[in-house]
């Protein structure tokens, strides 16, 4: 009898990851140096979906001053507003990814890290625990009557305060240069580039000197 051809095979047994045992095994230094490039590259490509937001907000902000019957609405610039909001903290969560692989690496390498941007780990901590302080008046505090003993990440803060509204500029909520870490991004992707074009050429050479 013929088998089923839509009878399901059991993949318990099966890891998609697994590495065929014919390719050479990837240290922790090369996993290491990908995870950099790949935050490398997403700090770039944010960055330049923030800056494209910015660009898109102050001409329609412009256009919405004319008051014609084309001009952006209040709601056109709310919604570019969200959207900035949205970009910007994904800016400064690859941003800091892009920390922690990078002194990984360093540690592989038994490297001395880059010292950290402390606004941007300042920026993080409050971003990732904004859940949490009093929300009133779109400024975020650190509610009355807190335990004291704990860890606010407001507390970083000038005033212990962080002011949900978004800025006009390239200031990451009013605090830290996008370019500044656009930047950054864009020298770890040529230096990582630069390494596995020196790691291939070095193998050619060794290869054609067998």
């Known amino acids: 009898m013929d088998s089923n051809p839509f009878e399901e095979t059991s993949t318990d047994d099966i890891n998609p990851f697994a590495v065929p045992d014919d390719e050479p095994k990837a240290t922790a230094e090369e996993v290491a140096q990908h995870f950099v490039r790949i935050w490398a590259e997403a700090v770039i490509r944010a960055a330049d979906r923030a800056r494209a937001i910015r660009v898109k907000d102050a001409k329609d902000f412009r256009n919405a001053e004319r008051n014609e019957d084309w001009s952006p609405t209040d709601d ?29 690496l360093a540690k592989e390498r038994v490297q001395e890290p880059q010292p950290d941007n402390e606004v941007l780990s300042r920026l993080r901590n409050v971003l990732e625990h904004l859940v949490d302080p009093d929300l009133e008046d779109w400024v975020a505090t650190i509610p009355e009557g807190a335990d004291r003993r704990r860890r606010w990440s407001l507390r970083s803060l000038p005033g212990e305060q962080f002011h949900l509204g978004m800025e006009s500029g390239g200031r990451l909520f009013g605090l830290l240069e996008s370019e500044d870490l656009n930047a950054v991004a864009m ?5 990582v580039q630069d390494e596995l074009d020196e790691r291939e050429r070095d193998m050619v050479e060794a290869y054609l000197a067998d």
């Open 76 to 104: 056109d610039l709310y919604a570019n507003t969200r959207v900035q909001w949205a970009e910007d903290h994904t800016l400064v969560w690859s941003a800091h990814q892009l920390e922690l692989w990078r002194a990984r």
């Open 187 to 191: 020298g770890v992707v040529k230096s």
